[in-house]
């Protein structure tokens, strides 16, 4: 691994050098069958129960192209923009892969079903930055290896290895960015606003559930780095498989000052892949990469050529959605979000549970501030994502409405919605179970008044001389006696009036 005294300090990096990046991004499609056969794509089977003589590579066997996936494929071309290629077929890429049992994988190589696109990327100070798109490819995952017996789930150190092969054969779509030059400084927060765009790009175009903790979203990360006085790109590596935002960004980060710290000791960069390591930040050393001749690609006897009809292709482009940077700006406007409120929202992935709870008769800014505030730091301490919450947004909005109507304060609502989260039912059934209602009833709330007046008469001498802000320890001592279920302003309310003030 490498040590943290063999990098340079990052504004270093930036005086001496000029980054270069290139991003390639896999995404498996959602289809609900594998690119060349039948086998079912389901994440977590029991180890190769979802496999077949076809994605296991039997003699004799022949593949089938998913219709679904080449449609899917075309549909994320249109959103980046890209050309889409009258004509296309597919590769065998070649050299041994144990995970793979066909030893090839059926990729595309010089004639990508689309091609020189962009992505408009925003970062977080607002600045736009364009993307180039070199191409799109379709072509199949591999299996999966584990290792066994090891203290870090890697191959070395480990006893044995075992192989599941469920995965061989999911669709993939491949983007490869062109090399992104002139970020600068910003280029770790450019290549992870890139893959964080991308990922909402095909959230929307729902052909991904783009679960980057499952591996359903992966960006391999090319860096090099120029001298300020160079012409020509340096030696690049590729961090592979790098599967959050943040660990983007810290790939991008660590191997620009790794880069540094060799080339300004006289050394050289080898060209090679390298693993992340999520617990440190660092990358260590994986095989030396090969270039396109080593794969030996050859087109895929097995597969007739993909021509899209131009028909075809235009109606895939009728079926676009609402672009993410579109959306973004019509929410802005018809919710009047500042643009920290905006990004906020974003970042909490909870814009679709926002619109969800407004739909249900909650106001923007209610169901914002519920979802980003409490129902965020909830999902945080249940240790999951906002999304998986076990409440939806008709409860929210149900909530919303009883604090609206005045039959549960604030508080009283969080534990109305904590029992929700915890099972316990409808709000009605919580409110009911918990005995969570506000307290409305005068009578009740003038006893509770008085009693709290009379332990502390030397307050109540205070309000009645004019100092109402001495109001409040009353007011607590009756929420306390109340459990909370009193209405603040109507308890602060008799206590004038018991006093005379």
């Not at 499952?214 to 790098?242: H, I, P, Y």
């Not at 300004?264 to 060209?271: E, L």
């Not at 969800?356 to 169901?367: D, I, K």
């Not at 709290?452 to 004019?466: F, M, N, S, W, Y």
Request: aromatic share 6%.
């Amino acid at each position: 691994m490498t040590r943290t005294a063999e990098l340079m300090d990052y504004a270093e990096v930036i005086e001496r050098f000029d980054p270069v990046m290139g991003l390639e991004v896999h995404v498996e499609l959602n289809t609900n069958t594998k690119m060349f056969c039948g086998c079912p794509t389901t994440f977590g089977g029991e180890p190769n129960t979802q496999v077949c003589p076809t994605c296991l590579g039997m003699p004799g066997s022949l593949p089938v192209v998913n219709g679904k996936g080449v449609e899917s494929a075309i549909r994320i071309g249109l959103a980046l923009n890209c050309r889409i290629a009258e004509w296309c077929r597919f590769a065998r890429k070649n050299y041994f892969y144990p995970d793979q049992p066909k030893n090839f994988q059926t990729s595309q190589y010089d004639e990508p079903i689309a091609f020189e696109g962009y992505l408009d990327v925003t970062l977080d100070d607002g600045e736009i930055v364009r993307v180039e798109i070199e191409r799109a490819h379709m072509e199949e995952d591999t299996g999966k290896s584990l290792h066994m017996g090891g203290a870090t789930g890697r191959i070395h150190g480990a006893d044995y290895s075992l192989l599941d092969y469920n995965r061989a054969g999911v669709p993939l779509i491949e983007i490869v960015t062109k090399p992104i030059t002139g970020a600068g400084e910003r280029a770790p927060e450019v290549a992870r606003a890139y893959v964080s765009a991308l990922r909402d790009l095909l959230r929307a175009l729902d052909v991904s559930d783009v679960r980057m903790d499952q591996g359903s979203l992966r960006c391999d990360a090319n860096l090099s780095l120029m001298a300020k006085d160079a012409t020509e790109f340096g030696t690049r590596t590729e961090t592979k498989n790098v599967n959050s935002l943040r660990s983007v960004e810290r790939a991008v980060r660590y191997e620009m000052c790794r880069h540094g710290a060799v080339l300004a000791s006289g050394g050289t960069i080898t060209q090679e892949t390298r693993h992340f390591q999520e617990a440190d930040g660092t990358t260590s050393p994986g095989r030396t990469k090969e270039t396109a001749e080593d794969y030996r690609y050859f087109p895929e006897p097995d597969l007739v050529p993909i021509a899209p009809g131009r028909d075809w292709v235009e109606q895939l482009r009728g079926t676009l959605p609402e672009m993410p940077a579109e959306r973004r700006k019509r929410i802005q406007d018809e919710w009047s979000l500042t643009d920290e409120e905006l990004r906020d929202l974003f970042n909490a992935g909870a814009v679709e549970l926002v619109e969800a709870t407004v739909l249900a008769g909650a106001t923007a800014a209610e169901a914002r501030s519920w979802w980003v505030n409490f129902l965020a730091q909830e999902a945080n301490s249940r240790d999951t994502e906002l999304t998986a919450l076990a409440i939806t947004a008709a409860q929210v909005a149900t909530v919303i409405g009883l604090v609206n109507a005045k039959e549960l304060t604030n508080k009283l609502a969080r534990e109305v919605v904590r029992g929700v989260l915890d099972g316990e039912g409808e709000p009605a059934q919580v409110i009911e179970k918990r005995g969570l209602k506000v307290v409305s009833d005068d009578s009740a709330l003038i006893a509770a008044v008085d009693e709290a007046l009379a332990a502390q008469p030397d307050v109540a001498e205070k309000i009645r001389g004019g100092k109402v802000q001495a109001a409040g320890a009353i007011v607590g001592a009756v929420m306390k006696s109340t459990n909370g279920q009193a209405d603040a302003k109507r308890v602060r309310e008799l206590i004038v009036e018991r006093v005379g003030a």
